[in-house]
């Protein structure tokens, strides 16, 4: 999918395209018997994730650091769609105490799990630490989905062996993963203030969640498990994630109007990923504008992939010991 699709929202082989809708991609699919997790699904393209798959039936957890913004997303839900069933758990994904708590929520509503959306994400912010002594980018967009994942992933296994129906996982990334630092992942550098660039940190944390994603694809493979795992980019949207950088998006939507899209295209490539039934067994790829596409040679790199999941791991312990 080249600038010409893009700009012009010509579609691609899935017959989608950068103009299609989240409504148009899952049009026709019956998703009442799915239980989803959306993460950030308070507002933005999360929020239109969570209304698109409860308009097609499936039963939707929104989990958000803000309760008030999360019920009132829940209450702009029903408010068009008096059926839905909308329920929403407190998470704070830089937390790793939060993202425990989260799942211990979750498993005490005793319901399956069938999609999870890996969509929260903070970006461009200045240095900071997490309450984990995490720089806050890594922490919230890789970390916390990471082991929000891993603590879902035998809830997910059961399911899909007791339901029959395939489990997916999407990891939203972002075409800012192809702008990290020069190492990819700075495995020795990870919270270094003096060499901090808010982009780079942001492309790291994009990275590693398809390299995530690829690696958790790989083992579940192996296993023989009933659960696909992608990732996605979603395009460029106009939401509360640049509200660290005003000018910075300013300037540059000036050079790149034709390029952005409204919400409801923002969601399109998260919902076909999650829903469309063409896409049943497959996994480990990355998808734009509701098309495979090819990411950048580190996020296709599977040792730096098993090197990430290893370092993901050995972070989580020496935080939890703390």
């Known amino acids: ?25 899952t049009e026709g699919v019956d998703a009442s018997n799915l239980t989803a997790i959306v993460t950030g699904g308070a507002s933005g393209i999360g929020l239109e994730t969570a209304r698109v798959l409860a308009l097609r039936g499936a039963h939707v957890i929104i989990a958000a650091r803000n309760l008030d913004a999360a019920n009132e997303a829940k209450q702009l839900i ?5 059926t839905a069933r909308i329920d929403i758990l407190k998470l704070d994904l830089s937390s790793i105490k939060s993202v425990r708590a ?7 509503l ?47 296994k059961t399911t ?4 029959g129906v395939e489990a997916r996982i999407v990891n939203l990334s972002s075409i800012a993963h192809t702008s990290t630092y020069e190492s990819g992942i700075r ?27 690829n690696e958790l694809s790989r083992r579940l493979q192996e296993e ?15 939401t509360r994630l640049m509200r660290h950088s005003p000018l910075l998006m ?14 409801p295209q923002g969601a399109a490539t998260t919902l076909y990923v999650a829903l469309y039934p063409k896409l049943k067994g497959i996994s480990g790829k990355y998808y734009v504008d509701c098309n495979e596409t090819k990411p950048s040679k580190d996020a296709d790199d599977e040792n730096l992939a098993k090197k990430l999941c290893d370092f993901s791991n050995k972070l989580i312990d020496g935080a939890s010991k703390i």
């Open 78 to 82: 029903l408010k068009d769609n008096q």
């Open 1 to 25: 999918m080249g600038f010409f699709a893009l700009v012009t929202g010509k579609r691609g082989p899935s017959g989608f395209g950068s103009a299609s809708t989240a409504e148009q991609v």
């Open 160 to 163: 899909a062996k007791t339901t």
């Open 102 to 108: 989260f799942v211990d929520s979750f498993n005490a």
């Open 250 to 263: 300013k300037a540059f939507k000036m050079f790149t109007f034709c390029m952005w899209k409204n919400v």
């Open 224 to 238: 023989g498990v009933s659960i696909t795992v992608n990732s996605v980019h979603p395009g460029l949207i106009t």
């Open 187 to 213: 495995f020795d550098r990870i919270n270094d203030p003096d060499s901090y660039s808010t982009l780079n940190a942001y492309g790291q944390s994009k990275l590693a969640n398809i390299l995530h994603a």
């Open 110 to 156: 005793d319901l399956p799990l069938n999609l999870l959306i890996n969509n929260a994400g903070v970006m461009f912010c200045p240095f900071q630490l997490s309450e984990d002594g995490i720089e806050i980018q890594f922490a919230t967009n890789h970390l916390g989905h990471f082991l929000l994942t891993n603590l879902l992933l035998e809830k997910m």
